[in-house]
Every structure is written in C-alpha cells, then in structure tokens.
Nanobody, 129 residues
C-alpha cells in the first residue's frame, strides 16, 4: 500500500505563513527508495482545475515553482524521514485551496498532474482577507 499524507493546513489571515508537510509510506517507497521520487505540490480551488504549485527533484537539488507562488513558497524534502514540505509565506486569499502532494518515479517533467504516480488526500488552506 502506498500512502502520501498531507498535514499543516488551516485558516490564516492574509500575509501569514503556513508550512505543509507530506509523509510518504508504503511498499513502493520502501523498495525503490523515497529518494528516487520527485515530489510535487498541487492545489485545487473550488470550481477550478487542479493546478501545479511546485516540485522538488529526487535529491532536493532542484526546485520548480508556478509563477503565482514564486518568491513566496518554498518546497524542501528530508529523504531520511520520507517527508516533503511546502513553506508558504505572504499568503493571499487567492491561495485558498486544497493542497495535494504527489510523487513521480520516472518523469523528468514535473508540471503536469498526469506524470505523478501517487497522490495524497489533500489538506485545506484557507486565507482570509
């Protein structure tokens, strides 16, 4: 069984910060190694499609962000703990969404949701004005 579990969402005011966490567990990560997976963050606001937020490479040396969050959000990972994080600063009401973490084993591109093999259930982030 493969599982990605997000946590850290909540209700905050505009300008505040939140840190999302995602822990990976299961046979696939044990057999192939968590560090073999690139990890992405996506979000889905009500009535909108799921959108790419950011991603981090297998070893953590490369990151990639959507223009809407560049300079405000940072993703990092701790391979020893099977964890990935999304630090969100200067939050805006338009950041309100359900945030998902996802893992991809073989893809060299990280933007499209279709390249990700495993998904978490999501955590709600609500930013009030």
């Amino acid at each position: 069984q493969v599982q990605l579990a997000e946590s850290g969402g909540g209700l905050v005011q505009a300008g505040a910060s939140l840190r999302l966490s995602c822990v990976a567990s299961g046979r696939v990560f044990s057999e192939y190694g968590f560090s073999k997976y690139a990890l992405g963050w996506f979000r889905q606001a009500p009535g909108k499609e799921r959108a790419f937020v950011g991603a981090i490479s297998w070893g953590g040396g490369r990151t990639y962000y959507a223009d809407a969050v560049k300079g405000r959000f940072t993703t990092s990972r701790d391979n020893a703990k099977n964890m990935v994080y999304l630090q969100m600063n200067s939050l805006k009401p338009e950041d309100t969404a359900v945030y998902y973490c996802a893992a991809t084993f073989a893809s060299s591109t990280w933007g499209p949701a279709s390249v990700y093999d495993f998904w978490g259930q999501g955590t709600q982030v609500t930013v009030s004005s």
